[in-house]
C-alpha cells in the first residue's frame, strides 16, 4: 500500500488516474475479504498496489536525484508522514478492540502479530504461520499488515540501492533493475511450487512486482508526453485494463500463487501505467473519475481499517446473518476509513512532512516503536503461558516467585501450556510460586529406550531442582502413549523421588470440523458430536492416564466437564462463551471449568 501523494507537496507531477488504480486495487481486496465468491481474484488488489508503490517511489528518487535535492533523510520522512500516523492509531484501536473480543490466546496471537507488524516483519511472521488463504481469518487481525512488510522492507534497501546505480552505473539502470526483476520473478515461480508460502510473504520473491513499476518509472522518466502515439498509449493502457480485470475474476486462491499467475495484474498495472502524465486515453479518463480519485486517496486508510474490521466483527456475531455481518462490516469500515483519513493520515501528513519537523518525524517513530513493541509482546507473554525450550533450559517461567504457600510446575505440551494462565492465576491467589515448563509442539515425557530428547532432559532438571510441592503434567495423550502407557510410567518413576504430589488432568474431547466459527458462519449449529473413531483411541489413553491413579498420583477427569455419554461436545455456555480455543485446545473460559476441580487436588480433596 502506499498512501497518494497530495499534489500541494507532491515530488512528482499529480496524476489522479493513478489514484483511480489504487481505488481498483482497494476495492478489489476489499469485495475479496467481504465474500470470496463475489470477485475471486480480488486479492491481486495488493499486486496492484506493489507495481503503483515501486513506479512512485522511483518517480520521486529520480526527481530529487535529477534535482540535486536527494537525502535518505527526507526520503524516510516522508515515508514516516505518509504512513505511519495512521498504521500506528488502527494497530492500537485493533488492539484495544481485540481485548474484549478475543479469548486471552487470540489476544496474546494479536500481540505477537502487532509487534512482527511494527517491526516491519509480518510477512515472515505469516509465513511460518501458515498459508495466507488458510490461516484463521477473524484471530488474525494483523494479517494484512504482512504487505505492508514487504513494501517497507523494499523502502529500506531500494533507495540506496537506486542512487548507487545513479551514481555509478547511470547508462545501465534500467538494465540492474531488470536483471533484478528476472531473478526475483524465477525466484518466485519456482518457490510458488516447492514453498509457497516463501513464495507468497517474502520480499525477494516480490520484489519484481515492485521493480516493474520501478523499471517503467526509470525508463519513462525522460520521455514526454507523446501525442502522435496517442493510439499506441490508448490501446496499450485498454489492454492493461483488461489483463486486471481478467486477473479479478480468471485467478483463484491457492498455492498456485503468485506464481507466473502474478504476473498478470502485474503486467496489466504496469501498462495502464504506461502512458504516463498528459494521457487522454478512455482507460485514463475512467480512472480519474472524480469518485474514483477520492477512493484512491483514502485508499491507505480503507485497507488499513477493513482486515481489523472483518475479523472482529466475525469473531463477535459469528453467529449472526451474512447480512447483518456485511452491514456492520461496511458501515464501520467507511466511518472508521473517513475519520482516519481525514483526522489522522492526512493532518500526520502534512505535519510531519514539514522540513522543519524532521527530527520531530522522526522522534514519533522511534517513541512509537518503543511503546508497540513491548505492548504486543507484554499482551502476548500476559495471555498465553508458554515456555520455549530456552526457557526450559534455563529453569522455566517463573510466577509469584516469593512462594509461601508452596510450589508448582505445570509441566506439558501445548494441552498443559491451555492451562498456563489458569495456573498463573491460581498462583498469585494461593501464593504459591509457579513454575512453568510447558511448551507447545513439544514432547516432554520419556522413552523407555533409546537416547531421550533435551526437552525430557531439561524439563527433569528443572523438577529435580525446584522439588515442587505440585507438578502437574498435561498433554495431549493420545499423541503422546499412542496407545502404550509406558512412557507415563517411566516419567511417573523417574520424577517421583522429588515431587511431593503429581496431578494428571485428562484430555478434552476434541471438536469436529464442523465446529468451528468459520463453519458456524456458513450456517453449522451446535449440537457437536465428537467423530467416534477419534472418541475411541482418545478414551482409551485417557484410562491409560487414570490409571496411574495412586499413592501420590492425582488425576483429574475432565471428561464430565465437556462432553456427554453419547459424545455430545460442549462448546460454549449459554453466554457464548466458547469453551474450546480450536479444535483439540480449551479457551480460556474452557479451562476456569477446570479451575475449581485443580484447586480440590492442590488442597488434598478429591478432584471430582
Known amino acids: 500500500m502506499t498512501v497518494a501523494p497530495a499534489p500541494p507537496t507532491a515530488s512528482v507531477q499529480y496524476r489522479p488516474a493513478i489514484d483511480g488504480l489504487r481505488a481498483v486495487a482497494v476495492l478489489s481486496v476489499f469485495l475479496f475479504h467481504l465474500n470470496r465468491r463475489w470477485l475471486p481474484g480480488g486479492f491481486v488488489g495488493v499486486d496492484i498496489f506493489f507495481v503503483i508503490s515501486g513506479y512512485l517511489i522511483t518517480s520521486i528518487l529520480l526527481r530529487e536525484y535529477e534535482r540535486n535535492h536527494f537525502t535518505l533523510g527526507k526520503f524516510y520522512q516522508r515515508r514516516i508522514a505518509r504512513l505511519f500516523p495512521a498504521f500506528f492509531t488502527v494497530a492500537l484501536t485493533t488492539l484495544i478492540g481485540a481485548s474484549f473480543i478475543y479469548s486471552p490466546q487470540d489476544l496474546a496471537s494479536a500481540g505477537a502479530n502487532l509487534t512482527s507488524a ?10 511460518w504461520q501458515g498459508n495466507y488463504f488458510t490461516i484463521s481469518p477473524d484471530a ?18 531500494f533507495p540506496v540501492f537506486f542512487f548507487f546505480l545513479y551514481l555509478k552505473a547511470n547508462r545501465y539502470r534500467t538494465t540492474a533493475l531488470a536483471i533484478l526483476c528476472g531473478i526475483s520473478l524465477a525466484a518466485c515461480i519456482q518457490l510458488t511450487h516447492t514453498r509457497p508460502q516463501w513464495a507468497f510473504f517474502l520480499l525477494p520473491t516480490r520484489a519484481w512486482e515492485l521493480l516493474a513499476g520501478s523499471i517503467l518509472a526509470n525508463h519513462s522518466a525522460n520521455r514526454p508526453p507523446s501525442s502522435d502515439r496517442k493510439l499506441l498509449w490508448t490501446s496499450l493502457s485498454l489492454g492493461g485494463l483488461a489483463l486486471v480485470a481478467i486477473s479479478l475474476v480468471a485467478i483463484n486462491e491457492g498455492a498456485a500463487f503468485p506464481g507466473y499467475l502474478a504476473a498478470l495484474p502485474v503486467l496489466g498495472t504496469v501498462c495502464l501505467l504506461a502512458p504516463g502524465n498528459g494521457s487522454v486515453g478512455l482507460s485514463e479518463r475512467l480512472l480519474s473519475w472524480a469518485p474514483a480519485v477520492l477512493i484512491g486517496r483514502m485508499s491507505y486508510s480503507l485497507y488499513l481499517w477493513h482486515w481489523p474490521v472483518f475479523s472482529l466483527v466475525d469473531y463477535k456475531f459469528y453467529l449472526a446473518s451474512p447480512f447483518v455481518r456485511i452491514v456492520l462490516k461496511v458501515v464501520l469500515t467507511l466511518a472508521a476509513t473517513t475519520l482516519c483519513f481525514f483526522l489522522i493520515e492526512n493532518p500526520g501528513r502534512v505535519f510531519f512532512n514539514d522540513p522543519r519537523r524532521r527530527r520531530t518525524a522522526f522522534a514519533f517513530f522511534a517513541v512509537a516503536l518503543l511503546f508497540f513493541v513491548p505492548l504486543g509482546i507484554s499482551v502476548r507473554k500476559a495471555n498465553y503461558v508458554n515456555a520455549e525450550r530456552d526457557d526450559i533450559s534455563k529453569g522455566g517461567l517463573l510466577f509469584d516467585q516469593s512462594g509461601k504457600n508452596g510450589s508448582i ?18 498462583a498469585y491467589e494461593r501464593g504459591l510460586k509457579l513454575d512453568v515448563i510447558s511448551m507447545a509442539a513439544g514432547d516432554p515425557l520419556p522413552r523407555p529406550s533409546g537416547e531421550q530428547t533435551p526437552l525430557w532432559l531439561d524439563s527433569f532438571a528443572v523438577v529435580k531442582r525446584v522439588k515442587p510441592d505440585f507438578l502437574v503434567l498435561v498433554c495431549s495423550w493420545q499423541g503422546k502413549l499412542n496407545g502404550d502407557k509406558s512412557r507415563l510410567d517411566m516419567a511417573i518413576r523417574e520424577l517421583k ?24 458462519r456458513n450456517g453449522s449449529r451446535p449440537p457437536f458430536q465428537e467423530d467416534p473413531v477419534e472418541r475411541a483411541a482418545r478414551l482409551e489413553s485417557n484410562a491409560l492416564v487414570k490409571n496411574a491413579r495412586g499413592d501420590n498420583v492425582v488425576v483429574i477427569d475432565i471428561e464430565p466437564l465437556f462432553s456427554t455419554e453419547d459424545g455430545i461436545v460442549r462448546f460454549a455456555d449459554r453466554n457464548g462463551n466458547e469453551f474450546y480455543n480450536d479444535s483439540g485446545h480449551l479457551s480460556d473460559s474452557g479451562a476456569g471449568l477446570v479451575k475449581p476441580r485443580v484447586l480440590n487436588a492442590l488442597a488434598g480433596r478429591e478432584p471430582d
Open 409 to 426: 510446575v505445570l509441566m506439558g505440551d501445548s494441552n498443559g501450556s491451555m492451562y498456563g494462565k489458569m495456573m498463573k492465576n491460581i
Open 497 to 520: 523421588p522429588y515431587v511431593h504430589r503429581f496431578i494428571l488432568i485428562t484430555q478434552p474431547p476434541m471438536l469436529p470440523k464442523a465446529a468451528d466459527r468459520e463453519s458456524m
Open 140 to 157: 488474525q487481525p494483523f494479517l494484512h499488515y504482512w504487505s505492508l512488510s514487504v513494501e517497507e522492507q523494499f523502502y529500506m534497501l
Open 118 to 127: 511494527v517491526l516491519s516483519v509480518a510477512n515472515m511472521k505469516y509465513m
